[in-house]
């Protein structure tokens, strides 16, 4: 049984919503199913290339909001690009990252950043 990563759940939920197959979305993309498979699945590492046109496609073409999109494609390839951040904020991240919470104190934070993502 193949297992879908994060990012794959949030693509297949904007295609479910939007009334696409898989084989619809690949050749809009112009790729096979078979490559678009492999990154909702995580047998393909997401680039920031792909996570960008699959975003605008999402967005653009099929009218779907998929604000966690670039969030899951991070958590499904273990890592977070610090490019363009400023040292300070690369510190942040990345200290952020390694700490560990309780259930609750996560909680909060996810509360937190979700209320300062929508400003």
């Known amino acids: 049984m193949t297992t879908t990563t994060d990012f794959g759940k949030v693509v297949r939920m904007a295609r479910i919503q939007a009334g696409v197959k898989l084989s619809e979305m690949a050749d809009a993309l112009e790729v096979s199913a078979a490559f678009l498979s492999g990154l909702e699945t995580g047998r393909k590492k997401i680039s920031d290339e792909w996570v960008a046109k699959i975003a605008t496609y999402v967005r653009n073409d099929l009218g779907v ?26 510190m942040l991240v990345a200290g952020f990252a390694r700490m560990k919470f309780d259930e609750e104190t996560e909680s ?12």
């Open 108 to 119: 909060k934070f996810r509360e937190l950043l979700l209320a300062a993502s929508q400003r």
């Open 65 to 90: 909001a998929a604000p966690d999109l670039e969030a899951a494609a991070s958590v499904s390839n273990g890592s977070v690009n610090l490019d363009g951040l400023s040292p300070q904020h690369q």
